[in-house]
């Protein structure tokens, strides 16, 4: 599902707002931050969601922002959920990114979508693990090496092989449904 861009404009006011941390992520990253919600190991409650965004603080919102951002977190949950049950792709918003010809905007959107994520699996860290360690781990790379996030030489080595990385952006899609299956399947 793609959010119309005037919520997005409207989310993007708030996330980036003089009220709140320099820390809060965008849409890409709230986006990601939900779907490892929906696919990981645990439910994250739109409360703590909205504290992950913002930098693990509890942010001072107006009524009506929290209200937004309550109702976009459930439509993106709502979306995800369906695309999952329907056996389709995951919608990726920043795979509409990819058309647009700024230099590295494509790349800033797909890490910032990983962070997100990423910050759901550190939420809840123990969880994701409890189940397999090794076989989650190897879910997660992909998301680990897109996200800039980890600095060793392995990841290093990783993200200098340029066909590696656009495998792991083509895979994805599935990539999650793996993960949802390998956390809610019996």
């Known amino acids: 599902m793609t ?4 919520t997005i404009e409207q989310l993007e006011n708030i996330l980036f707002s003089e009220e709140v941390t320099e820390e809060a992520l965008d849409y890409f990253g709230l986006h990601g931050l939900i779907c490892s919600a929906v696919v990981g190991p645990i439910k994250i409650k739109n409360d703590r969601i909205i504290e992950i965004i913002f930098g693990n ?3 001072h919102l107006k009524n009506e922002d929290e209200q937004f951002l309550n109702k976009v977190i459930e439509d993106i949950s709502l979306s ?5 049950l329907d056996e389709s792709d995951i919608y990726l918003p920043y795979s509409a990114e990819h058309e647009i010809e700024q230099s590295g905007h494509y ?12 910050e759901g699996f550190f939420d809840n860290e123990e969880t994701w693990f409890a189940k397999g360690e090794d076989v989650a781990a190897e879910l997660l790379l992909p998301i680990m090496a897109l ?6 030489d392995e ?25 949802f299956l390998f956390y809610h399947s019996e």
Do not use: Y
Request: glycine share 4%.
């Open 155 to 179: 990841f290093e080595d990783i993200r200098e092989n340029d066909k590696l990385m656009t495998q792991f952006e083509e895979v994805m899609p599935d990539q999650l449904v793996d993960i």
């Open 107 to 118: 790349d800033a959107c797909i890490e910032s979508w990983c962070v997100g994520f990423m």
């Open 57 to 59: 603080e509890k942010p």
């Open 3 to 6: 959010l119309p861009a005037e």
């Open 80 to 84: 995800i959920k369906e695309q999952l």
């Open 147 to 152: 996200s800039g996030l980890f600095e060793s």
